[in-house]
C-alpha cells in the first residue's frame, strides 16, 4: 500500500521559518505539499507562499492547492532556474526552505525508476521531459565515468568494480538490472543496509545535478531574502549538507582579507547569521525511518537591501 508523503521535521521547520502571519515564504521544492499546506496554516490573509518544482507530478499536487487556497502560488521548474529568475526581477521574500530529500510519492511510483526494492523503468529523473535518464547514462558512459559518478556522489564502496559490472550487463533497462548489476559486484549482506541504496543515491544526484542546482541555488536564495529573513534547508546526504554548511559559513564570516593584513581593506560585510542544527527526534525516526539523515540547518539573512 502506497504511503505518500510524509514530511520531514515538520514542527523543526515551522519553528525555524518563525512565521508571524504576513510573511511571503518560498517552498523551493513543493513535492508532495505536506510543508506548504503547514506553512499555509501558520499565515494570515496577507501570507503568501510560492511553490517551486520540476516535477510534473508535483505540478499537478500543487494545481490542486491553487484552486484551494488564493495564497499559494506555484511556479513550475528547477528551484535554481526559479530563485534566479525571482533574483533577476528584484523580488523579495522573508524566507526561503528546502527540503532536499525525495517524496514518498517519487520513491513509491515504479515508472520514476527511484526505489532500488521496486521492479520500475530506470529513469530517475525529477523532470522526465529534461536531460537524459539514467539507463540512457549507464548505457552510454564509459567505466571511469560510471565510477568518479558512484564514488563522489554516493561513496560507493568498490566504485570501480561496480562500473565494469554495469557495463558488462549493457543494456540497462529497469531498476532490477542495476540491482541485480550491484549484487553480482558487492554481494548481499543482510546487516549494514542495502549496497544499492548508496549507487541509487549517486546516480539520481548525477542525473539530475542535484548539487550543481544547490550550488546555484543558495546565492539566489540569499539575493532574494529581506534582512532578517530566514533560510532553512532539510538535508538527507553529506554532499548536499556539506554545501549548505559551507555556503552559510562562507557568507557569514564577513571580512575576506588575507590574515596578515593588519586592517580591513575589502569592506565585506557578513550576509548571515549561523542558526541552529537539528536532528529529527528518536521518536520521528522510529515512526518514518525515511527521516534518520536529516539535517535542517538555519541562517537569517543580515544586512542587505530590504
Not at 193 to 205: D, E, L, T, Y
Request: with cysteine; net charge neutral.
Amino acid at each position: 500500500m502506497a504511503l505518500g508523503h510524509v514530511p520531514v521535521m515538520l514542527e523543526e521547520v515551522i519553528e525555524a521559518l518563525a512565521l508571524g502571519g504576513g510573511e511571503r515564504v518560498v517552498d523551493a521544492t513543493f513535492g508532495g505539499g505536506g510543508h506548504t499546506r503547514r506553512i499555509l496554516s501558520e499565515l494570515g490573509p496577507g501570507g503568501r507562499v510560492i511553490g517551486i518544482d520540476r516535477d510534473p507530478e508535483a505540478r499537478e499536487r500543487a494545481r490542486v492547492l491553487e484552486g484551494e487556497d488564493p495564497r499559494f502560488e506555484f511556479r513550475f521548474g528547477p528551484f535554481d532556474e526559479v530563485l534566479g529568475a525571482m533574483a533577476e526581477a528584484g523580488e523579495r521574500v522573508d524566507a526561503v526552505f528546502f527540503d532536499l530529500g525525495l517524496s514518498g510519492y517519487q520513491i513509491e511510483d515504479v515508472r520514476r525508476g527511484f526505489s532500488y526494492v521496486r521492479a520500475g523503468e530506470l529513469d530517475m529523473r525529477m523532470d522526465p521531459g529534461r536531460g537524459i535518464s539514467a539507463a540512457e547514462f549507464l548505457n552510454r558512459a564509459e567505466v571511469r565515468e560510471i565510477r568518479r559518478v558512484l564514488a563522489e556522489y554516493g561513496d560507493v564502496p568498490r566504485a570501480g568494480r561496480v562500473a565494469r559490472e554495469i557495463v558488462a550487463r549493457r543494456p540497462l533497462r529497469s531498476t532490477m538490472d542495476l540491482l541485480e548489476a550491484v549484487r553480482a559486484a558487492l554481494g548481499w549482506v543482510e546487516r549494514g543496509g542495502n549496497p544499492a541504496k548508496r549507487v541509487f543515491q549517486a546516480i539520481r544526484i548525477y542525473v539530475n545535478d542535484e548539487l550543481g542546482g544547490l550550488e546555484r541555488a543558495l546565492p539566489a536564495a540569499e539575493e532574494i531574502l529581506k534582512p532578517g529573513g530566514r533560510l532553512v534547508a532539510l538535508t538527507f546526504h553529506s554532499g548536499e549538507d556539506r554545501l549548505v554548511k559551507r555556503f552559510i559559513a562562507g557568507r557569514s564570516r564577513g571580512c575576506v582579507c588575507p590574515p596578515d593584513l593588519p586592517v580591513c581593506v575589502c569592506g565585506a560585510e557578513p550576509a548571515f547569521r549561523r542558526g541552529p542544527v537539528l536532528r529529527p527526534s528518536a521518536r520521528e525516526v522510529e515512526e518514518n525511518p525515511r527521516s534518520a539523515p536529516a539535517r535542517l540547518r538555519v541562517a537569517f539573512r543580515v544586512g542587505g537591501e530590504p
